[in-house]
Nanobody, 124 residues
Framework: QVHLVESGGGLVQAGGSLRLSCASS????????MGWFRQAPGKEREVVGA????????YYTNSIRGRFTVSRDISKNTVYLQMDSLEPEDTAVYYC?????????????????WGQGTQVTVSS
């Protein structure tokens, strides 16, 4: 079992930055891919970005490409989401996610473990 705990959400003005952290515990060696999803009110949960735990290869959805960065610290079993140039449209609950299969987590079906979520609100 893998346990994920997010931190770092909050309220920020448009154009500002936030960094989310996700600490993992438990069977962390079994996670091959970790990443971030978000869910805005009335919308489906969507992938933001993901990272291969071993190689560090990353994936980003088009809407945030160039503004957000996913990284990981293997020694701390922690994955990060650096969010710059935030826009009101980025307002959502952000979820940390982990997958155990040999694929990058790109959809909710690829995810085996979820964090509890952290609210990010961007004011205009």
């Amino acid at each position: 079992q893998v346990h994920l705990v997010e931190s770092g959400g909050g309220l920020v003005q448009a154009g500002g930055s936030l960094r989310l952290s996700c600490a993992s515990s438990g069977r962390t060696f079994s996670s091959t891919s970790m990443g971030w999803f978000r869910q805005a009110p009335g919308k489906e949960r969507e992938v933001v970005g993901a990272i291969n735990w071993s190689t560090g290869a990353t994936y980003y959805t088009n809407s945030i490409r160039g503004r957000f960065t996913v990284s990981r610290d293997i020694s701390k079993n922690t994955v990060y989401l650096q969010m710059d140039s935030l826009e009101p449209e980025d307002t959502a609950v952000y979820y940390c996610a982990a997958g155990e299969r040999e694929i990058m987590i790109l959809t909710t079906r690829d995810v085996d473990y979820w964090g509890q979520g952290t609210q990010v609100t961007v004011s205009s």
